[in-house]
């Protein structure tokens, strides 16, 4: 259903089908409800009251009322309605789609930058010695664990400021992930290191006199008025930290973003097997249900082709052909 009635037009009663339709899926679709709520109040706005009046022209229309400079941005907001004219075709209350402009081709593809051991150390030292101002509790600590989690376990900023209290099991080592992408929950194994922080991490937090409520549903990183730090927040210190420290990046690298964590930590794994001699090809599914990614793919995006990867690929594969050669001569 949508929230607070936000759907107002003819069209609002099949919009949250679609939406009801979608999230029984497992798909969240918070972003495209969003999306839906604005071609529906541009319906409204243009009196647009039957099917039969939603052309082609007027699709064009919606469209470039949206100013969007990215393709991405503008090719999320075209595919969006294409979905909803799908469902409605394949409901049979449209005949065909009225969608009928292509995508947009984007430029380049950003490429990520991964951090190495030296950089996150760098970065989680930096994290570290933030002065203590602003909302967050036990600001420059609070931050450290953050980013060695992001960094460590490759979870999502969103993900990560919804840990509560109650999803880290000290015991069994596990972070219970609730709310993902695609409403499965998960568990996280993590390491002594970082049990050792998190460890530390709960306990400022059950002693510090800033902390408002120690309950199980309370933030694990946390505001001083009990709220979550914002993953917004998060970006915006990450990217002010990011010049202090004086990373190479490579041509062709985009600058550092804090998604980069996520594809550092996917593309290290790789890297540690590559480095132990284990064949990356039969452990990539375990890689993506630990990272919460639907299928392999998925994983795929976040394997940045760095040049310790390629090397590690490069002698991989000049030993197996080393070894059939040899093969084939005997």
Not at 282 to 307: C, E, K, N, W
């Amino acid at each position: 259903m949508s929230h607070d009635g936000r759907f107002q037009s003819f069209l609002r009663h099949e919009i949250e089908q679609f939406l009801a339709h979608k999230r029984s899926l497992r798909r969240r679709y918070d972003a495209e409800e969003k999306t839906l709520a604005l071609f529906d109040a541009y319906l409204s706005k243009n009196n647009i009251r039957g099917l039969a009046e939603i052309t082609p022209a007027l699709v064009d229309e919606f469209l470039l009322s949206r100013p969007r400079s990215r393709p991405r941005s503008y090719n999320h907001l075209r595919c969006t309605v294409g979905r909803l004219f799908s469902y409605l075709v394949d409901h049979e209350k449209l005949a065909q789609t009225p969608l009928r402009s292509p995508p947009r081709r984007g430029r380049y593809q950003r490429t990520p930058f991964i951090f190495d051991t030296d950089a996150a150390t760098r970065l989680l030292a930096l994290a570290k010695a933030l002065p203590n101002h602003g909302g967050t509790i036990e600001r420059g600590n609070t931050y450290f664990v953050l980013f060695a989690v992001l960094y460590g376990l490759g979870l999502r900023v969103g993900e990560a400021c919804r840990l509560c209290l109650k999803d880290v099991d000290l015991e069994r080592r596990l972070l219970v992930i609730r709310e993902t992408k695609f409403y499965k929950s998960r568990l996280v194994p993590f390491g002594p290191k970082l049990g050792a922080l998190l460890g530390q991490h709960l306990h400022q937090r059950q002693t510090t006199a800033l902390a408002t409520s120690t309950s199980d549903d309370q933030p694990l990183f946390c505001l001083r008025g009990g709220r979550p730090i914002n993953p917004g927040t998060i970006s915006q210190t990450f990217h002010a930290m990011v010049p202090s420290l004086n990373l190479r990046i490579p041509p062709g690298i985009s600058s550092p973003r804090l998604h980069d964590l996520r594809h550092s930590f996917a593309t290290g794994t790789l890297m540690r097997w590559y480095r132990l001699g284990l064949d990356p090809q039969t452990r990539l599914l375990a890689l993506s249900t630990f990272m919460g990614h639907g299928d392999i793919s998925s994983t795929a995006v976040y394997l940045a082709p760095t040049p310790e990867l390629l090397e590690h690929a490069n002698q991989r594969f000049r030993a197996f052909a080393a070894a059939t050669l040899g093969e084939d001569r005997s």
